[in-house]
């Protein structure tokens, strides 16, 4: 089954304690993004990889680093997390400029104390 | 910078035909596609216009006007189901790739 797997789906944690939000796609999508999304704010892109080793920052990648080691999987670390990282977190993969369609995972509730 | 622009919200009853606007800004843009999301769930796509026009896909239908900046989601034959928000997302052409900017969302709420 093609799927975008997110862990873990829900967490809290302190302030200053570092995480990391696991992504993994079976789909070979090469397009990999990382979106937070807030009440009454949308979906806000934090950053994103065309490819294995090549990232670039989104709208909102203040407190964010990602690395793209290998194709299928696409973490998020949040090295210092701050109450204002609490939100709902999205990992997708695909968006063939062909078709344009991503695929999300599940999503990850964060909460930071 | 980019903005995607979309009502906040759009109530309409069951069986009707209601379409949510979505206007943008931004430099770069080659493709707008649409996205539904249900209370807690992941969004799903929905459509994808990369040319002026409509795509029809089931009850769906999308169509984009590059010289008006514009684009909208058409659905029809309106089911509770149907009830979710719904995303506009702009794809821009960046010097890194393809950046994605989605729009704040539409709130649909279909009554009997």
């Known amino acids: 089954e093609a799927q975008v797997t997110q862990n873990p789906r829900y967490l809290i944690t302190v302030t200053g304690k570092k995480l990391t939000v696991t992504c993994s796609q079976n789909m070979n999508h090469e397009y990999m993004s990382w979106y937070r999304q807030d009440p009454g704010l949308g979906l806000r892109q934090i950053y994103y990889s065309m490819n294995v080793e090549v990232t670039d920052k989104g709208d909102v990648p203040e407190g964010y680093k990602v690395s793209r080691k290998e194709k299928r999987n696409f973490p998020l670390i949040l090295e210092s997390p701050s109450p204002n990282q609490t939100s709902l977190y999205f990992c997708?993969?695909?968006?063939?400029?062909?078709?344009?369609?991503?695929?999300f995972g599940e999503g990850s509730r964060l909460t930071v104390l | 910078g980019q903005s995607l622009e979309q009502p906040s919200e759009v109530t309409a009853v069951e069986g009707a035909i209601v379409q949510i606007n979505c206007t943008y800004q931004t430099s770069g843009f080659y493709g707008l596609s649409w996205y539904q999301q249900h209370d807690g769930g992941a969004p799903t796509f929905l459509s994808y216009?990369?040319?002026?026009g409509l795509e029809e896909t089931g009850r769906f239908s999308s169509f984009l006007s590059r010289s008006d900046s514009y684009g909208y989601l058409l659905l029809q034959e309106l089911q509770m189901k149907d009830s979710a928000s719904y995303f506009c997302?702009?794809?821009?052409?960046?010097?890194?790739?393809?950046?994605?900017?989605f729009g704040t969302g539409t709130q649909l709420k279909v009554e009997l």
């Open positions: 997708a993969s695909g968006g063939d400029t062909d078709t344009g369609e991503l695929f």
């Open positions: 216009n990369a040319l002026d």
């Open positions: 997302a702009g794809y821009i052409l960046t010097g890194g790739g393809n950046k994605l900017t």
